[in-house]
């Protein structure tokens, strides 16, 4: 049995969102316990299933650390910190990020050998398979030894989230050339070229290849990747959409590429993996997009439900032995 703590109250759409997508969720798996976090007067609509923990307040999107620490009554803090009261399996949350990672990483705390936790996420490739993104801005400067583990956090992710038994994976930088990038990226090669598993360099632009199963990230340079890449994806969407609805001829074309089309965007489509994992703390912490819907808190609560169920957070572990 799983048993997931949720923030109903975080994310720009507040509870209308997360109390849509929690009562589908129980309606559809009865092996895992959601205990919900915030303001009883607002969720009379959850379902009976889901036990409430009080909360009184909501953090601010752009919320400091020292805030988070605070405000003992907001939800996400609420969320965080009865997880282990609770003994649950993880916590999920569409709030402020920087709360979020901040309160995962001081209170649920980093596995034994971990420097520093990680986000990651799934990214489409041209293939049929997805590349596990790690880091993708969980922080901003990162040495060769960091760079180290989050290849092997990546790989934990990828065997948990699609059963991977090996999985690959290639380290970013500015050439395939060993001697390229930054000191710490030629560093981190260096100690990655022994491993089987590695693949090597890969520039930014074939990471969509889909070569390999995991691509490590300097946090900073990961983030700016899934930013830039997303913003690409969307302005191609609508550049596609203004083509095909241009006049009558272009419209009649969109009707003999819609299959395709269709299948392009549900590959593109962000709301698809819910939210980014935060690895390398001792628990399933997944943090949903700041403007999710209810379809997207759906797919981030699934996210945490599956990587529970597969233990990642055990996978990391044994990675590290």
């Known amino acids: 049995m799983v048993k997931l703590i949720v ?53 601010p999107m752009k919320c400091t650390v020292m805030q988070a620490m605070r405000d003992k009554e907001s939800s996400v803090y609420k969320a965080v910190s009865n997880v282990n009261v609770e003994n649950a399996d993880g916590v999920v949350s569409a709030g402020s990020t920087g709360a979020f990672l901040s309160l995962c990483t001081l209170i649920l705390k980093k596995i034994e050998g971990i420097s520093r936790p990680a986000l990651t996420t799934p990214f489409p490739t041209k293939k049929d398979n997805y590349v596990i993104l790690c880091d993708i801005g969980a ?67 074939h990471v969509v290849d889909g070569e390999s199963d995991v691509v490590v990230f300097p946090g900073f340079v990961g983030n700016v990747f899934l930013k830039t890449s997303e913003g690409i994806g969307k302005m191609c969407g609508e550049m596609i959409k203004e083509g095909f609805t241009k006049n009558i001829f272009t419209k009649i074309g969109y009707l003999f ?22 690895i390398g703390v001792n628990k399933i912490a997944v943090k949903s997009h700041g403007n999710a819907d209810a379809r997207t808190f759906y797919n981030a609560v699934n996210l945490a439900y599956n990587l529970a169920k597969n233990d990642l957070v055990g996978k990391v572990k044994e990675s590290l032995k």
């Open 7 to 59: 923030d109903l109250m975080g994310g720009d759409n507040g509870y209308k969102a997360t109390v849509e997508a929690i009562n589908k969720f129980v309606s559809e798996h009865d092996d895992c316990e959601i205990v919900g976090v915030g303001d009883p007067a607002v969720l009379s609509d959850l379902s009976e299933k889901v036990r409430v923990i009080p909360s009184s307040t909501i953090a």
């Open 139 to 205: 922080s901003v400067e990162n040495n060769a030894h960091e760079l180290c583990q989050f290849a092997k956090m990546g790989q934990a992710y990828a065997s948990a989230l699609y059963g991977i038994e090996k999985p690959t994976y290639q380290l970013i930088s500015n050439g395939v050339e060993e001697g390229k990038g930054t000191p710490e990226l030629i560093e981190a090669y260096s100690l990655m070229k022994a491993d089987p598993q590695f693949k090597g360099y890969v520039e930014g632009r």
């Open 257 to 278: 590429a819609k299959s395709g089309m269709k299948d392009f965007k549900k590959k593109m489509d962000y709301k698809r993996y819910g939210g980014a994992m935060l």
